[in-house]
């Protein structure tokens, strides 16, 4: 019986110091998830701390505020999968609470096992780094756990960083895969892109840009429009390179590399700077002319200390981004052991249009179909692809390999009427589903990562939360809000600027009005329609009283008829009354409609079609007639002379210089051949603050 005892308390004894050391180990484990501990990712870190990175060098320096940053950035791009998840610090980079590996299945998007598992993480780290805050403040006595989080705070930034911590804590899904099939696809472009950045006077290394922006995804379109390889949104891409109504020029990879190339420049040319240039190609020129004149090219101290309102998150580490992808990218082997098949380079051969011509023109021309020539050519839009409308001059068409020494000569020019009369008729019956399936396979866009649901024990979706979310969006491809404030039309994919000053903007940069200039000049053609209705207003009035003085001939049998019919011309005036009420937004309507009661006023017409058409046969130039007829309106309810308005506006239209657009020209390289900024050459020409269409042989003013 003794004997029988001491074998159970034995056994007891035993299981309770097994069941200690399991205690211990799983206490372990805690403590090492706090390291961020992250499996296979770990060993591949491991393997390339043997190897030190060169991050900065030459025209790319890395200040050392940024170092963390940039290791960071290289580890989501060279070592953590898609199915690796690093809890971070937002601000304090280096301060990594734990890489994680998703539960479940590996895709694109997230499971709804997985989004509950992340926010479950997220909100356990908040709760963590919160109670390390009170203690700290409270000088309570500090958990295992507590000293191993501070010890990361005080090697990256010091321990003031904890405070405030959970308001900061931010997730990142691990993107090597898609960077290595980036690598692969940039194997087609690579070196037209370095060809685009070397004839622009520019380091060829400004070509590892798309793997930030895009991962070079030919077809990867933002929701607020930023498009294609580069991400141009639509109105910087007016700006440098062809975006209308038949081609879209960001599209093509190597079109847009030259437009980016443009912008790079004259970023660089601006801030002086490569580390400011590149920056701005996502917050803008006019934000970064902003840190700048605080901080002047201290880059280091911009990240770190400037406070501009939109210089959040994705600014502060876009050229940290850059330096990551440029190291990750220039050493495929360090980083991808496994190889990289790398696509062939792009082989087809550019021809530019001299003239305006239907695509199916150019493919027969060739000897092509339209099918597969449309598949080389991802700018087109569908207008011009099935034949609505033609390709303009100056755009560019790829041809497959070899056709221009097959074929000798350019397609010859053809016909405007030909085109018009087709347009009529059918279009192009050739079905284009070999487009789609043509040369480019590039992996499709990755959808961006919607709001997760609130945590759940069950993994269930709840109620919403009401306390503030972490941002937990993947960063490519990003959203861009919308173009920089001060100037919204410079920087491909800019978030909104702040305090703009234009002082620190060059004449030759600026391309658009600021908000202030395009408020004012709301109001002052607010105050002119108004005018000018109350204008109309008077002498129609006037013209129900007593005939017009001065008629003009061709006039004469209306003034007759609208004696005739007194009522049709109160009806006008009752119109063009209600009309100014009314106060409709659209502008061109209201100048139309003003225009047309002082016309009305001075013939006495009744109907105003027939008074318009009546004085459109008599003018013999437009533009003077619409002038002389104004000042006409303004001799008669003023009494006045027009002799003398007349003499100096001829004085004044003698004295103007004019510039004609030839092919491939914009509304900014005629702007910078002359010497002016494109709002000067818009407000000359009486253009839209948005308007940058421009055709060869069209004629603008360029000065006096």
Known sequence: MTEASSIVTIHLAGRRRALLSLVGVLTLIGVLSLGGCGG??????????????????????????????????????????????????????????????????????YSEMQRAFVRDRLDYYRDQVRGLEQRLSSNQTLSPQDRVLLAKFEQDGGARGVY????????????????????????????????????????????????????????????????????????????????????????????????????????????????????????????????????????????????????????????????????????????????????????????????????????????????????????????????????????TVWLPAGSKSRVAGSPPSYASGAFAARAESKPMAEPLAAATAMAFQATEAEPAFAELPSRSPAYAAPAPRTEPRVAMVEPRPRVAPWPARDEPSMAPRAAMDEEPDERAAPRATRTRPTWAEARAARAAKARAKAESRAEAEALIAKSQSKPAKAAPKGAKAETKVAKADPKSAKGDAKTAKADAKSGKPDAKTAKADARTAKADAKSGKADAKTAKADAKSGKADGKTAKADAKADAKAEAKGGDKSGKTAKADAKSGSSKYHVVKAQETLFRVASGNGISVAELRRLNKLGPNDNSVRPGQKLKVGT
């Open 164 to 395: 405030g911590a959970a308001e900061r804590v931010r997730m990142q899904r691990g993107l090597r895969d898609r960077f290595r099939r980036g690598l692969e696809i940039s194997g087609r472009y690579d070196k037209a892109f370095r060809e685009a950045m070397r004839s622009a006077g520019l380091p060829e290394d400004l070509a590892y840009l798309p793997h930030v922006e895009s991962s070079f995804q030919t077809n990867a379109v933002s929701s607020a429009g930023a498009t294609g390889v580069w991400q141009f949104m639509p109105a910087t891409g007016r700006v440098f390179m062809n975006v209308n109504g038949a081609v879209d020029d960001r599209m093509d990879p190597i079109l847009s590399a030259h437009g980016a190339a443009r912008y790079l420049s004259q970023a660089y040319k601006r801030l002086g700077s490569w580390p400011l240039a590149v920056t701005s190609y996502n917050h803008g020129q006019g934000g970064m002319a902003n840190a700048k004149a605080q901080f002047g090219q201290d880059f280091g101290s911009i990240v770190k200390n400037y406070q501009g309102k939109a210089f959040k998150f994705a600014s502060r580490n876009y050229y940290a981004e850059f330096l990551a992808a440029r190291e990750v990218a220039g050493h495929p082997e360090r980083y991808f052991p496994e190889g990289v098949r790398y696509e062939s380079p792009w082989p087809h051969e550019r021809l530019v249009l001299a003239s305006a011509m239907p695509a199916d023109h150019v493919a027969r021309h060739y000897g092509v179909s339209s099918g597969s020539l449309a598949g080389l050519n991802m700018h087109w839009r569908g207008a011009a692809r099935d034949g609505r409308t033609a390709l303009p001059a100056g755009s």
């Open 40 to 109: 296979g990712a770990d060993k591949r870190e491991a393997a390339l701390d043997k190897g030190p990175a060169t991050y900065g060098s030459g025209e790319f320096p890395m200040p050392s505020q940024i170092e963390p940053n940039v290791n960071f950035w290289r580890n989501v791009y060279g070592v953590w999968g898609r199915n690796q998840v690093a809890f971070h610090d937002d601000e304090h980079m280096g301060v990594i609470y734990e890489v994680a590996e998703l539960p479940g299945a590996t895709q694109e998007g």
